[in-house]
């Protein structure tokens, strides 16, 4: 079932109930009537509102939840079981794209505490994008700072810590709050004491400081997020009248959306041995490109001056 125009919806739904109310009474009129007929309006009137509660639940759903919305060509995995909860997973960064489309907004965020169910590989339908989220929670759009973008990220990564083995603590580390993340990239010492963990921030192309409270931006996220839950700042919000769900699905039908468009390099890890600030693949590199260098340098050197060559030979016979 389309969504309704709620304004509309709730007028249509209104008149119903006035008219049921005029029918029940005998003349519209309220006033003085007797017993049996009170029973009767009470009835129905209970009817009626039971009717407007079914209709406004239907309407808080986009699809019916057999509809196809769309196929897709491989598994989209990365729920809170699977490191949603500590860690940038595909399928949080493709439900957070899906919000920031929706909503229309500079970023968005999805915690991975919400995320409990993969989009399989194949026709996808509303129930399953439904199946997806702990529940189609409303979403709402707030206007932030640089500042508090920041400092969200800063709250999101404060609950990982490092093991005895210097890797992440993935059982210790786990947030429902974790913040998957749209139009936003970060990088973080996980070593760093906390509060101060955050190395960088971009927004779509731009880099912003810490306490930059000028540059704006809009964000999409849960209106549970928004209202200070896991620890967040309460924020003023307006709500756009979808939910978690909604979102996906509408962002699954719009294109051709598959798990190879879906990137994991928005927020980057330093200081653990599994996330290291230098990986020995890259050291080795830099060491082998240094050894190549100085190798054509004194090559160079010898083919602009044979006659130094020639000059340090001695003749053994001599």
């Keep these: 079932m389309r969504r309704m125009n709620a304004d509309r919806q709730h007028l249509h739904l209104k008149r119903c109930c006035l008219i049921i109310l005029w029918h029940a009474t005998g003349s ?24 407007f509660l079914l209709v406004l639940q239907q309407s808080t759903f986009a699809y019916d939840e057999g509809e196809v919305i769309c196929t897709i060509s491989s598994f989209i995995t990365g729920v809170k079981s699977q490191g949603a909860l500590y860690s940038e997973t595909a399928l949080g960064d493709f439900a957070a794209d899906a919000l920031r489309e929706a909503g229309k907004t500079d970023i968005a965020v999805v915690n991975g505490g919400d995320l409990i169910h993969v989009l399989d590989q194949g026709p ?19 206007v932030v700072t640089a500042e508090d973008i920041w400092d969200m990220l800063e709250h999101g990564v404060e609950n990982i810590v490092l093991g005895e083995d210097e890797k992440t603590d993935k059982e210790a580390s786990v947030f429902d709050g974790f913040p998957q993340i749209s139009g936003i990239r970060t990088q973080y010492d996980i070593a760093a004491p906390k ?14 400081n810490r306490h930059d409270s000028y540059s704006t931006f809009t964000l999409c996220a849960t209106e549970e997020m ?32 598959t798990a190879s468009t879906v990137s994991t390099d928005r927020i980057k890890v ?23 260098c100085s190798y054509l340098i004194s090559k160079a050197k010898r083919r602009a001056d044979p006659d130094r060559s020639l000059n340090s030979y001695v003749d053994p016979d001599r």
């Excluded at 996808?124 to 707030?142: Q, S």
């Excluded at 509060?195 to 912003?208: A, D, Q, T």
């Excluded at 700042?233 to 959306?257: F, I, P, Q, R, W």
């Excluded at 599994?274 to 050894?291: M, N, T, Y």
Aim: hydrophobic share 40%; charged share 20%.
């Design 28 to 51: 519209g009129s309220l006033i003085a009537f007797d017993q049996n007929r009170m029973k009767k309006t009470v009835l129905i009137t209970t009817i009626a509102i039971i009717f």
């Design 124 to 142: 996808v339908t509303y129930g399953e994008v439904v199946d997806v989220f702990t529940e189609n929670k409303p979403v709402a759009i707030a």
């Design 195 to 208: 509060g101060s963990r955050i190395k960088y921030l971009y927004i779509g192309e731009v880099p912003y």
């Design 226 to 257: 928004l209202s200070g839950s896991y620890g967040y700042k309460v924020l003023e919000y307006e709500s756009t009248g979808k939910g978690l769900a909604d979102c996906l699905a509408d962002y699954l039908k719009s294109g051709d959306h």
């Design 270 to 292: 330093q200081g653990s041995k599994d996330k290291p600030l230098f990986p020995r693949g890259v050291l080795f590199l830099v060491g082998l490109f240094l050894c190549l």
